[in-house]
Nanobody
Framework: QVQLVESGGGLVQAGGSLRLSCVAS????????MGWFRQAPGKEREFVVA????????YYVESVKGRFTISRDNAKNTVVLQMNSLKPEDTAVYYC?????????????????WGQGTQVTVSS
């Protein structure tokens, strides 16, 4: 089993930045693709970004391209989401997820393990 714990969420003004971290335990995720999803109040959980097992491939949803950056440190079993130029519409609970596959995943069903989420609130 893999346990994922997110941290780094909080309240920030529009235009500000936050850095989310996801630390895995229980098993190494160095061979797993990882992703971030988010869920705003009253909405479905949506895909945000994914990274391949070695970090060579990434994919961002259009709305965050150029503002968010995903990275990973397999030696530390950690994935980081750097979020810049935040907008009120980025407000959501952000979830880290791990996929037992090398390649990118884009839908919830493709991921096998989930964190508990961290709240990001962007004020206007």
């Amino acid at each position: 089993q893999v346990q994922l714990v997110e941290s780094g969420g909080g309240l920030v003004q529009a235009g500000g930045s936050l850095r989310l971290s996801c630390v895995a335990s229980g098993r190494t995720v160095s061979m797993y693709a990882m992703g971030w999803f988010r869920q705003a109040p009253g909405k479905e959980r949506e895909f945000v970004v994914a990274i391949s097992w070695n970090g060579d491939s990434t994919y961002y949803v259009e709305s965050v391209k150029g503002r968010f950056t995903i990275s990973r440190d397999n030696a530390k079993n950690t994935v980081v989401l750097q979020m810049n130029s935040l907008k009120p519409e980025d407000t959501a609970v952000y979830y880290c997820a791990a996929r037992q596959d090398y390649g990118l995943g884009f839908t919830r069903i493709e991921y096998d393990y989930w964190g508990q989420g961290t709240q990001v609130t962007v004020s206007s």
